[in-house]
């Protein structure tokens, strides 16, 4: 099996990457110090998360004059994600460190007055103008989507790189348009995640690895099927936990309670089960889902950190999932078995390292939100939030919000944020605030949503998955008032989750709220659509969708 290098210096999720590019035919040999690379012909440089911290770690290290000399010699290098902004000249992400300079460019912050900041989600590489007809560099089709996740970017200026002898791809973001990749001779760079972009993103591993910098395309999407910019994001949610036989099956609750009942009153039945994670996970990836959520609600004390089951579900759904994955639950400090003390951050990069690209932090997020506030909003640099968000970028951040409505019939009479309904409540009342709770709903807490979301924002958190206990399992539809909420709150994305009960609740968020992405689990789960059908409703609506792709 052919050979390509890969130098990994906290890149984050690199399994996926290892898993991918063995789908398309090849192995992975580790650069471990600068004196391999030399003797390497092709080189990957992946990389996630800060700027400055990267680049700093790769200059210490002694790579950057290895790298540019295998450069100049003509071997073929690819850059993904911080990997194509270490090419550049600098960034306003750390000013102080610069880059490569291969290519001439600085990245800039995008501009968060008129959309969520970090760009995160499925978008376009367009290269219409770059190639003759027929012809795409590296296998990029303009009607493919790929997977971005980043707060920098280099702008694109129609022309500029393209005088120094550059191929530009482009992605446009708001009113921003910016370089999605870019290639010269033997250098190829993606601000997109290649491993994390289905087929697609398979094809231009794929691509490079053999050397096509033109491949000949058969493009057969319409141009109705096919909407520039930012998709919709369809993500599907699997709460994973232990039946009463030990085993890890998927399941769903009805406002949080899991187990079967007896005309619809909870009798302590079985653990809803409704399959296996695994099997599951890539039945909705074929079905195009866009992202892969797993929630373990299973507490596994007495198992050694590391051979918690969910690291191995994480392992084999990786080796076939090649969309990004999220998991929850147990991502805080730990003892282990043994009496080892495990950080946060420990448990993370364990999830990290077995193919996870986002950590979700649910309790322990609002017992940190809450000393927040009681401390007059200082960051301790302690949380898990801002631990792991400084280590791996806060893209690889979520926090899992669970509120609840309690309602009041004068604004006044509460301290906390509160909100006009459409929805009256038991006695009438016009007004309600949204209760933060833990442990899977069982303990309220005197805080409210508005303020834990600030909060984590302001500790590093990089997206907020809101849950809803009022719609959960309902099947009637998301909160709307509560995701418009939160959205005026804070600039990170949100996922709206809870209450999907049909293809119309997904095309109602998107349209009424400026939510970044919804999030599906019993809808799928119980067979009644298929994330297909959630997307064909979303297009009908004239809203851009990311659509599965069978081949590479």
């Not at 994001?233 to 709460?239: K, N, S």
């Not at 600039?491 to 109602?508: C, D």
């Amino acid at each position: 099996m052919p050979t390509v290098h890969l130098l990994d210096y906290v890149a984050g999720n690199v399994r996926s990457l290892v898993n991918a590019i063995e789908k398309v035919g090849y192995q992975v040999e580790w650069i471990k110090s600068p004196a391999d690379i030399p003797n390497a012909e092709k080189i990957i440089l992946p990389g996630v998360g800060h700027f400055g911290h990267c680049l700093s770690q790769f200059r210490q290290a002694g790579y950057v004059e290895p790298i540019l000399a295998h450069i100049d010699a003509g071997k073929p290098f690819m850059g993904i994600c911080v990997g194509l902004q270490a090419l550049f000249e600098g960034s306003e992400e750390n000013p102080a460190v610069p880059g490569l300079g291969v290519v001439q460019g600085h990245l800039k912050r995008f501009d968060d007055s008129d959309k969520a900041v970090p760009h995160i989600g499925w978008n376009s590489a367009n290269t219409v103008g770059q190639t003759s007809a027929n012809v795409s560099f590296y296998g990029l089709k303009s009607s493919s989507k790929y997977y971005y996740v980043h707060s920098y970017a280099v702008p694109y200026v129609p022309g500029q790189l393209e005088a120094k002898g550059w191929k530009v791809a482009t992605a446009k973001y708001g009113n921003e348009e910016v370089v999605g990749a870019i290639c010269r001779d033997n250098v190829l760079a993606t601000q997109f995640h290649p491993e994390k972009s289905g087929a697609a993103g398979l094809r231009v591993l794929k691509a490079f690895l053999e050397g096509q910098g033109e491949t000949q395309i058969i493009d057969s999407t319409s141009a109705t099927e096919t909407i520039q910019g930012l998709t919709r994001r369809v993500i599907a949610c699997l709460d994973v936990r232990a039946n009463d036989n030990g085993d890890l099956v998927v399941t769903k609750g009805d406002q949080y309670d899991v187990r079967e009942k007896d005309d619809g009153v909870s009798a302590g039945g079985q653990v809803r089960n409704l399959g296996k994670p695994v099997d599951m996970a890539r039945r909705y990836y074929e079905q195009g889902a866009d992202e892969i959520t797993f929630l373990n609600i299973t507490s596994f004390r007495n198992c050694p950190v590391a051979d918690t089951p969910m690291l191995e579900i994480l392992r084999r759904t990786a080796e076939t999932v090649f969309v990004p994955l999220t998991i929850g639950g147990g991502i805080r400090d730990t003892v282990d078995t043994d009496g080892t003390k495990y950080s946060a951050l420990d448990v993370a990069t364990l999830y990290f390292k077995s193919g996870a690209d986002k950590v979700s932090i649910g309790s322990d997020a609002v017992i940190a939100a809450e000393e927040y506030f009681k401390s007059g909003n200082h960051l301790t640099g302690t949380t898990a939030i801002e631990q792991i968000s400084a280590a791996y970028g806060k893209q690889a951040v979520v926090v899992s919000v669970d509120p609840k409505r309690v309602y009041v019939q004068d604004p006044s009479s509460t301290t906390h944020h509160t909100i006009p309904t459409s929805v009256p409540g038991p006695n009438g009342e016009a007004h309600c605030w949204y209760q933060c709770t833990t442990q899977g709903g069982r303990k309220s807490h005197d805080f409210d949503v508005h303020q834990l979301v600030t909060a984590v924002e302001a500790m590093g958190a990089g997206e907020i998955l809101l849950n809803c206990i009022d719609k959960d399992g309902t099947n009637s539809g998301f909160d709307l008032e509560l995701i418009r909420d939160v959205k005026a709150s804070i600039k990170i994305p949100v996922i709206s989750s809870s209450g999907a009960g049909n293809p119309g609740h997904f095309v109602q968020v998107f349209e009424q709220t400026t939510t970044d992405a919804a999030l599906g689990a019993g809808i799928f789960h119980r067979g009644e659509y298929t994330v297909a059908q959630v997307k064909e409703g979303l297009l009908r609506a004239g809203l851009g969708v990311r659509w599965f792709e069978e081949g590479v």
